[in-house]
């Protein structure tokens, strides 16, 4: 009786846990945890100092090296073309690989474990490291999207919004594990993000798209956590501000952030286990069923339809033929539509000012005399600030979306008109301003990327989304390089040499070149603040233009396409496995 029993109840608890494994809500998890690993560029200002100071590099070298940073992360075209006709784990592995390589070396070389290293190595290693990023992206983060259509704001939010936490989620467990050493920082983040990838190569997948009734209240289940741990990490912050912490006080604080990292694993099981019992009731119902129906549900193969004429025509002839808003644009058409080319403009601006003030926070710090634990609690600052620009943008859009029909593009402008805030209150060094700055200038550049991404999917399809994802994202580091580089860098080894001038030395070979007072950054981000604005001001050409288009029922063309999953699913008996894999004629991106 007893080994009855038992042998009764293993089987059922073995497919429990694959149902739970295979799910659709294990596969967002995962992606909760690849992405909070998956920020390690935004720690740049932690570890920036260390480059600099063993390198011995000036701050536009310094800035050099930042611009190859963002390259890196947000060139990731070829990630997108390769996730077109592979499966998303061959993505992530590539970017496992690509982030272990370009950090592991960044470590040598400034632990003196590597001599001799050239500014142009270390911008290849950087620019490598920092890829990953994109591999991530794309194999996680547009799995998806294309996984949930219909709450794509909400996704994008949560999972960029995890992003932003990353870099105060690695600086709490940096600080456990190797103490005030920031130099092995680098090397933390060259192991952690690709051992979290490695572990769920096989979860993040293509599923078929079933919209579960509850699915965007499990989403806010989701955010209330993510908000739990958004605001652990700033109370933490404030008390590591405050006093002295120890490393194992710092070992707590991991271990509590960790618990609640993995506290969405609750909600994915009582999830899945709730599928379960609905897939096992429903198989019940099935047995009951007469055989006559269900003979009739085994409806006769469709004849293929004829091939189309269509497919003779070149894929250059269609590319000033755009179709519809909402409609699956090819990549050229979406490339060369007057949509794309605005919003790639105001992303320049917007994105490549806020990105500036991230990448130059030490250095901020240092030359306005911020103590060294102070500038640590900038990064963090914008980290957390950074999660919640994510996930007010993400959530906050899709209210206003449905409620009132307002266009997402509305939203970009306003956060562009914010971040110019943060810009002025370090150009003029109010007292203590930094701190607000940090925080304006971390929510914005968090509110710009969920708003960016779901405009680009919502506007030209998901077709070639994984192409168009990364193509939006190449316009962060060109504003990087033109604001960062050419503005930022310039006009502070100006004004260090001016300094240095005006106390009659002169920089040896190999000295790093460093600049004190409010003179150092104030004209560039004078300068940034009116890029900003007038990106702002281009950036509602796109509100004029789709405000029609966002009155509409944007998602009525996915409502269709889950009423014939859900047909499948009937037959199928079963919705969580992986999707069909599509014909070869329809994954081809254009030749």
Not at 5 to 34: C, D, K, Y
Not at 107 to 118: G, H, M, P
Not at 543 to 549: S, Y
Request: glycine residues 8%; aromatic residues 12%; hydrophobic residues 45%.
């Amino acid at each position: 009786m007893v080994a009855a029993a038992n042998g009764g109840v293993w089987p059922e608890t073995r497919a429990l846990t694959i149902q739970i494994l295979n799910g659709r809500w294990f596969m967002v998890f995962a992606s909760f945890l690849i992405m909070s690993a998956a920020g390690a560029t935004y720690m740049f200002g932690s570890y920036s100092n260390d480059i600099k100071s063993s390198l011995g590099y000036d701050q536009t070298t310094l800035n050099l090296l930042s611009f190859f940073k963002d390259l890196g992360a947000n060139v990731g075209i070829l990630s997108g073309l390769i996730n077109e006709v592979t499966p998303p784990w061959v993505v992530l592995s590539m970017g496992a690989v690509l982030n272990f390589f370009g950090y592991f070396m960044i470590w040598l070389a400034v632990t003196k474990k590597i001599s001799n290293v050239k500014v142009w190595q270390m911008c290849l290693y950087i620019c490598i490291g920092a890829n990953s990023q994109a591999f991530a992206n794309t194999g996680a983060l547009v799995t998806c999207v294309k996984n949930f259509p219909e709450s794509r704001g909400v996704v994008l939010g949560l999972l960029k919004g995890f992003v932003g936490l990353s870099g105060a989620i690695i600086t709490q467990i940096y600080h456990a594990v190797y103490g005030d050493d920031s130099k092995s920082l680098i090397l933390l983040i060259g192991w952690l993000p690709a051992a979290v990838s490695f572990a769920f190569l096989r979860t993040i997948r293509i599923m078929k798209v079933i919209r579960q009734p509850n699915e965007l209240k499990v989403f806010y289940q989701f955010l209330y956590l993510s908000l739990g741990l958004a605001g652990f990490l700033m109370i933490a912050i404030i008390l590591q501000k405050k006093y002295d912490f120890l490393r194992w006080e710092y070992g707590g604080t991991a271990t509590a952030v960790l618990v609640l990292l993995f506290l969405p694993l609750a909600v994915v099981i009582k999830e899945e286990i709730k599928l379960w019992k609905e897939k096992r009731l429903a198989m019940n119902n099935e047995n009951d069923v007469s055989p006559q129906l269900k003979i009739d549900l085994n409806l006769p193969p469709q004849p293929a339809p004829p091939p189309s004429s269509e497919k003779s025509v070149s894929c250059c002839s269609n590319v000033f033929r755009r179709p519809d808003r909402g409609e699956d644009y090819t990549i050229l058409q979406a490339l060369f539509s007057i949509d794309m080319i605005v919003l790639f403009f105001a992303t320049i601006c917007g994105v490549g000012g806020t990105l500036t003030a991230i990448d130059n926070l030490g250095q901020i710090g240092t030359s306005l005399r911020y103590p060294k634990k102070s500038i640590s609690t900038f990064v963090s600052l914008v980290s957390i600030w950074n999660y919640f620009g994510r996930v007010v943008a993400g959530f906050g859009s899709e209210i206003v979306l449905t409620k009132y029909k307002l266009p997402r593009p509305l939203m970009l402008t306003l956060i562009m008109l914010l971040s110019c805030v943060g810009h002025l209150l370090i150009a003029f060094d109010v007292p203590n301003s930094l701190y607000l700055a940090s925080v304006i200038i971390g929510f914005c550049f968090g509110a710009q990327w969920p708003l960016l991404f779901a405009i680009i999917s919502e506007i030209f399809g998901l077709k070639y989304y994984s192409t168009l994802y990364n193509f939006g994202a190449v316009a962060s580091p060109i504003g990087g390089y033109l604001l960062n580089v050419r503005v930022t860098g310039h006009l502070y080894d100006k004004e260090a040499n001016k300094q240095m001038k005006a106390l009659g030395l002169v920089r040896k070979d190999g000295e790093d070149l460093n600049c004190t007072g409010v003179d150092c950054f104030k004209l560039a981000f004078i300068i940034i603040a009116a890029a900003t604005l007038f990106g702002a001001i281009v950036s509602l050409i796109l509100v004029v233009r789709t405000r029609k288009f966002y009155r509409s029922d944007i998602y009525k063309k996915f409502r269709e396409d889950v009423k014939t999953a859900e047909t499948e699913m009937t037959i199928d008996g079963n919705g969580a496995e992986p999707a069909p894999s599509r014909p070869r004629e329809e994954q081809k991106t254009e030749s």
